[in-house]
């Protein structure tokens, strides 16, 4: 303290201590925001990567279908029954 005041020193030094208590808490925010956004973009990978491979098994789906239909269209012979 640079002068003598009527307040209680423990007073005073809570008082100053503060704006480097809030500091540290900020920067303590600031790495766990950080952490829950780096958690949330990888998520988002993820579900991204889920969909691309549900849309694929899907393309996959109607290959086979449609080939199973072709091989069921098709006789004996090899002609097409379809036409």
């Known amino acids: 303290m640079a002068f003598p005041t009527a307040v209680n020193n423990q007073i005073t030094d809570a008082v100053t201590q503060s704006p480097s208590a809030l500091r540290d808490l900020t920067e303590a925010t600031v790495v766990a925001h950080t952490e829950q956004v780096a958690s949330h973009a990888l998520a988002l990978l993820m579900e991204n ?31 097409d029954e379809s036409k």
């Open 49 to 79: 990567a889920t969909a691309a491979q549900q849309r694929g098994q899907t393309i996959a789906d109607a290959v086979v279908a449609s080939g199973v239909a072709l091989i069921y269209a098709t006789d004996e012979t090899g002609r």
